[in-house]
C-alpha cells in the first residue's frame, strides 16, 4: 500500500554517483512501488544532497526484510566500533578538509 508518507532526515557524508564523489546532506525514506526493483512494494531510500540537482543522489530500492537487516548491521557496526570512531570530530576526511 502506497501511503505517500515520507520521511526525512538530514545528514552529513558522502555518495559516488556516476560524476564521482558529492556531499551527502538529506536522506529521504518512503515506502512505495519501486522504479526498478520486481516488488510490488519496498523500502525507497535516496541519499542527496539537493543544492546539487537530481545527479547529486543515491537511490536504493529494498524489501522490508532488506531495510530491517540494514538498520541491525549499522547499529552493529557502530555499537563494536570504538566511541567517537564514526563521528565528525573524529573523522580524519573532515580533518584534512579543513
Known sequence: MCTY???YAAI????KG???WFSLTQATVYVDHPQHAPYEHTVNID???PKLGPAARVAVELTEEAALALIDSIR???ASAPPGLASKAGSA???VAA
Open 5 to 7: 508518507l515520507t520521511q
Open 12 to 15: 552529513d557524508g558522502s555518495g
Open 18 to 20: 556516476s560524476s564521482g
Open 47 to 49: 541519499l542527496g544532497n
Open 76 to 78: 552493529a557496526a557502530l
Open 93 to 95: 576526511h573532515q580533518q
